[in-house]
Protein backbone atom coordinates (compact mmCIF):
# COMPACT_ATOMS: atom_id res chain seq x y z
CA UNK A 1 0.00 0.00 0.00
CA UNK A 2 0.99 3.38 -1.04
CA UNK A 3 2.15 5.55 2.35
CA UNK A 4 1.23 8.69 -0.25
CA UNK A 5 -1.16 8.84 -2.80
CA UNK A 6 -2.65 11.64 -5.80
CA UNK A 7 -4.81 10.69 -8.50
CA UNK A 8 -5.64 12.73 -10.95
CA UNK A 9 -5.08 15.78 -8.67
CA UNK A 10 -6.35 19.32 -9.97
CA UNK A 11 -6.31 22.44 -7.71
CA UNK A 12 -5.71 25.93 -8.43
CA UNK A 13 -6.33 29.70 -6.67
CA UNK A 14 -9.52 31.23 -6.39
CA UNK A 15 -11.15 31.39 -9.98
CA UNK A 16 -8.09 31.22 -11.98
CA UNK A 17 -6.59 27.95 -13.77
CA UNK A 18 -5.66 25.13 -12.62
CA UNK A 19 -2.28 24.73 -11.43
CA UNK A 20 -2.04 21.21 -10.38
CA UNK A 21 -2.99 19.84 -13.62
CA UNK A 22 -3.91 15.95 -13.48
CA UNK A 23 -0.93 15.03 -11.45
CA UNK A 24 -1.39 11.29 -10.12
CA UNK A 25 1.46 9.65 -7.84
CA UNK A 26 1.85 6.78 -5.43
CA UNK A 27 4.96 7.28 -2.96
CA UNK A 28 5.91 3.85 -1.31
CA UNK A 29 6.76 3.71 2.51
CA UNK A 30 9.97 4.98 4.01
CA UNK A 31 11.07 6.36 0.59
CA UNK A 32 11.87 10.06 -0.27
CA UNK A 33 10.82 11.11 -3.76
CA UNK A 34 11.97 14.71 -4.64
CA UNK A 35 10.13 16.45 -6.89
CA UNK A 36 11.95 19.09 -9.13
CA UNK A 37 11.25 21.36 -12.21
CA UNK A 38 11.31 25.09 -13.38
CA UNK A 39 10.22 27.94 -11.26
CA UNK A 40 6.18 28.01 -11.64
CA UNK A 41 5.88 24.19 -12.63
CA UNK A 42 3.57 24.09 -9.57
CA UNK A 43 5.45 22.74 -6.96
CA UNK A 44 4.81 24.37 -4.24
CA UNK A 45 0.78 24.30 -4.96
CA UNK A 46 1.22 20.52 -5.54
CA UNK A 47 2.16 19.79 -1.77
CA UNK A 48 0.20 22.52 -0.37
CA UNK A 49 -3.10 20.33 -2.21
CA UNK A 50 -1.89 17.60 -0.69
CA UNK A 51 -1.50 19.19 3.06
CA UNK A 52 -4.92 20.67 2.33
CA UNK A 53 -4.51 24.26 2.18
CA UNK A 54 -5.31 24.59 -1.71
CA UNK A 55 -8.40 23.27 -2.26
CA UNK A 56 -9.37 20.73 -4.28
CA UNK A 57 -10.97 20.76 -7.63
CA UNK A 58 -11.01 16.99 -8.87
CA UNK A 59 -9.01 13.64 -8.07
CA UNK A 60 -8.24 12.59 -4.92
CA UNK A 61 -5.43 12.17 -1.82
CA UNK A 62 -4.46 9.58 0.23
CA UNK A 63 -2.97 8.18 3.69
CA UNK A 64 -1.95 4.80 3.90
CA UNK A 65 -5.33 4.36 1.93
CA UNK A 66 -7.41 6.46 4.03
CA UNK A 67 -9.05 9.31 1.83
CA UNK A 68 -8.34 12.25 3.14
CA UNK A 69 -9.19 14.45 0.28
CA UNK A 70 -11.99 16.24 1.68
CA UNK A 71 -10.48 16.58 5.66
CA UNK A 72 -9.04 19.71 7.00
CA UNK A 73 -5.23 20.14 7.20
CA UNK A 74 -5.36 19.46 10.88
CA UNK A 75 -7.27 15.97 10.38
CA UNK A 76 -4.56 15.18 7.90
CA UNK A 77 -1.87 15.62 10.43
CA UNK A 78 -4.28 13.26 12.78
CA UNK A 79 -4.30 10.94 9.50
CA UNK A 80 -0.48 10.70 9.51
CA UNK A 81 0.08 13.70 6.98
CA UNK A 82 2.42 16.05 8.31
CA UNK A 83 3.63 19.50 6.49
CA UNK A 84 6.70 21.90 6.89
CA UNK A 85 6.25 24.89 4.74
CA UNK A 86 9.14 26.99 3.25
CA UNK A 87 8.74 29.81 5.13
CA UNK A 88 7.31 30.78 8.83
CA UNK A 89 7.36 27.70 10.01
CA UNK A 90 8.31 28.19 13.66
CA UNK A 91 7.31 30.97 16.40
CA UNK A 92 10.22 33.21 16.58
CA UNK A 93 9.30 34.72 19.82
CA UNK A 94 9.13 30.99 21.34
CA UNK A 95 11.35 29.01 22.89
CA UNK A 96 12.47 25.50 20.93
CA UNK A 97 10.60 23.69 23.75
CA UNK A 98 7.52 25.84 23.88
CA UNK A 99 7.23 25.34 20.12
CA UNK A 100 7.65 21.91 20.64
CA UNK A 101 4.77 21.67 23.07
CA UNK A 102 2.92 24.19 20.84
CA UNK A 103 3.34 21.62 17.77
CA UNK A 104 0.97 18.81 19.77
CA UNK A 105 -0.96 21.01 21.96
CA UNK A 106 -4.30 20.67 19.67
CA UNK A 107 -3.91 17.09 18.19
CA UNK A 108 -6.16 14.15 19.14
CA UNK A 109 -6.70 10.71 18.26
CA UNK A 110 -3.28 10.47 16.30
CA UNK A 111 -1.82 7.19 17.83
CA UNK A 112 2.26 7.33 19.27
CA UNK A 113 1.96 11.06 20.35
CA UNK A 114 3.65 11.82 23.72
CA UNK A 115 6.46 11.93 25.70
CA UNK A 116 8.14 8.77 24.22
CA UNK A 117 7.74 9.94 20.39
CA UNK A 118 9.16 13.49 22.21
CA UNK A 119 12.80 11.98 23.43
CA UNK A 120 12.71 9.84 19.69
CA UNK A 121 12.20 13.22 17.81
CA UNK A 122 14.78 15.36 20.35
CA UNK A 123 17.13 12.34 19.66
CA UNK A 124 16.99 12.68 15.75
CA UNK A 125 17.86 16.18 16.12
CA UNK A 126 20.28 16.91 18.95
CA UNK A 127 21.47 20.32 17.50
CA UNK A 128 17.99 21.57 19.36
CA UNK A 129 17.32 18.72 22.07
CA UNK A 130 19.73 20.56 24.07
CA UNK A 131 18.79 24.02 23.48
CA UNK A 132 15.29 23.89 24.76
CA UNK A 133 14.96 27.12 26.45
CA UNK A 134 16.39 29.12 23.52
CA UNK A 135 13.82 31.34 22.00
CA UNK A 136 13.76 30.11 17.96
CA UNK A 137 14.37 33.65 16.41
CA UNK A 138 18.20 33.02 17.58
CA UNK A 139 18.31 30.03 15.90
CA UNK A 140 20.61 29.58 13.43
CA UNK A 141 18.77 29.36 9.63
CA UNK A 142 19.76 25.55 10.11
CA UNK A 143 18.60 25.02 13.17
CA UNK A 144 15.52 26.46 12.25
CA UNK A 145 14.39 24.11 10.44
CA UNK A 146 15.64 21.37 12.47
CA UNK A 147 13.42 22.47 15.03
CA UNK A 148 10.38 22.40 12.12
CA UNK A 149 11.15 18.96 11.07
CA UNK A 150 11.32 18.33 14.80
CA UNK A 151 8.06 20.04 15.54
CA UNK A 152 6.21 18.14 12.38
CA UNK A 153 7.54 14.72 14.03
CA UNK A 154 5.87 15.18 16.91
CA UNK A 155 2.88 14.25 15.60
CA UNK A 156 3.90 10.28 14.63
CA UNK A 157 3.07 11.40 11.00
CA UNK A 158 3.46 8.31 7.85
CA UNK A 159 4.40 10.87 5.68
CA UNK A 160 5.97 14.13 6.20
CA UNK A 161 5.64 16.83 3.08
CA UNK A 162 8.98 19.45 2.92
CA UNK A 163 8.75 22.33 0.79
CA UNK A 164 11.91 23.67 -0.31
CA UNK A 165 13.68 23.26 3.04
CA UNK A 166 17.29 24.37 1.87
CA UNK A 167 15.76 27.72 0.05
CA UNK A 168 18.33 30.73 1.58
CA UNK A 169 20.70 28.11 3.92
CA UNK A 170 24.58 28.24 3.15
CA UNK A 171 25.84 25.23 0.74
CA UNK A 172 27.68 23.57 4.63
CA UNK A 173 24.05 23.72 5.84
CA UNK A 174 22.39 22.52 2.93
CA UNK A 175 24.24 19.28 3.44
CA UNK A 176 23.30 19.61 7.30
CA UNK A 177 20.06 19.66 5.98
CA UNK A 178 19.39 16.86 3.60
CA UNK A 179 21.29 14.47 6.51
CA UNK A 180 18.43 15.36 8.40
CA UNK A 181 15.93 14.66 5.94
CA UNK A 182 18.16 11.10 5.60
CA UNK A 183 17.55 10.76 9.10
CA UNK A 184 13.71 11.22 9.05
CA UNK A 185 13.14 8.59 6.63
CA UNK A 186 15.69 5.90 8.74
CA UNK A 187 12.71 6.12 11.79
CA UNK A 188 10.10 4.92 9.35
CA UNK A 189 8.35 8.07 7.76
CA UNK A 190 8.03 8.40 3.94
CA UNK A 191 9.03 11.84 2.61
CA UNK A 192 8.10 13.97 -0.14
CA UNK A 193 10.66 16.59 -0.69
CA UNK A 194 9.44 19.96 -2.89
CA UNK A 195 13.43 20.97 -3.41
CA UNK A 196 14.79 24.15 -5.99
CA UNK A 197 18.33 22.67 -5.09
CA UNK A 198 17.90 19.25 -7.78
CA UNK A 199 21.79 18.40 -6.80
CA UNK A 200 21.24 18.32 -3.25
CA UNK A 201 17.55 16.44 -3.56
CA UNK A 202 18.86 13.82 -5.72
CA UNK A 203 21.75 12.91 -3.52
CA UNK A 204 19.43 11.92 -0.84
CA UNK A 205 16.36 11.16 -2.90
CA UNK A 206 15.12 7.34 -3.93
CA UNK A 207 12.98 8.57 -6.75
CA UNK A 208 12.18 11.98 -8.57
CA UNK A 209 9.40 13.41 -10.27
CA UNK A 210 9.90 16.24 -12.68
CA UNK A 211 7.05 18.63 -12.89
CA UNK A 212 6.70 20.74 -16.22
CA UNK A 213 3.30 23.19 -16.18
CA UNK A 214 1.69 21.60 -13.04
CA UNK A 215 1.96 18.00 -14.72
CA UNK A 216 4.21 15.22 -14.48
CA UNK A 217 6.48 15.10 -16.88
CA UNK A 218 8.99 12.39 -15.66
CA UNK A 219 9.38 10.07 -12.71
CA UNK A 220 12.56 7.98 -12.54
CA UNK A 221 15.25 6.64 -10.42
CA UNK A 222 17.03 9.32 -8.67
CA UNK A 223 20.58 7.96 -9.93
CA UNK A 224 18.73 7.94 -13.66
CA UNK A 225 17.40 11.34 -12.78
CA UNK A 226 21.07 12.81 -12.05
CA UNK A 227 22.31 11.29 -15.53
CA UNK A 228 19.73 13.23 -17.21
CA UNK A 229 19.34 16.42 -19.14
CA UNK A 230 17.54 18.33 -16.59
CA UNK A 231 17.26 21.13 -18.81
CA UNK A 232 15.93 19.85 -21.74
CA UNK A 233 13.31 17.99 -19.18
CA UNK A 234 12.09 21.12 -17.01
CA UNK A 235 11.53 23.04 -20.54
CA UNK A 236 9.74 20.17 -22.30
CA UNK A 237 6.39 20.33 -23.07
CA UNK A 238 3.44 17.75 -21.48
CA UNK A 239 1.19 16.30 -23.97
Avoid: C
Avoid at 7 to 33: F, H, K, N, W
Avoid at 58 to 74: F, S
Amino acid sequence: MAALSATDLRAGYGRGDDIVRGISLDQAPETILAVIGPNGSGKSSLVKTLAGLLDIRAGRVAVTGRDVTRETPAKRVAAGLAYVPQEANVFPNLTIGENLKLATEFLRGRAGVGPEQRERVLGLFPEIGARLKTRAGDLSGGQRQMLAFASALLANPEALLLDEPSAGLSPKIVGQTMEAIVRVRETGVTVLLVEQNVAAALDVADEAVVLVAGQVSLRASASDMKAADLGALFFAKVA
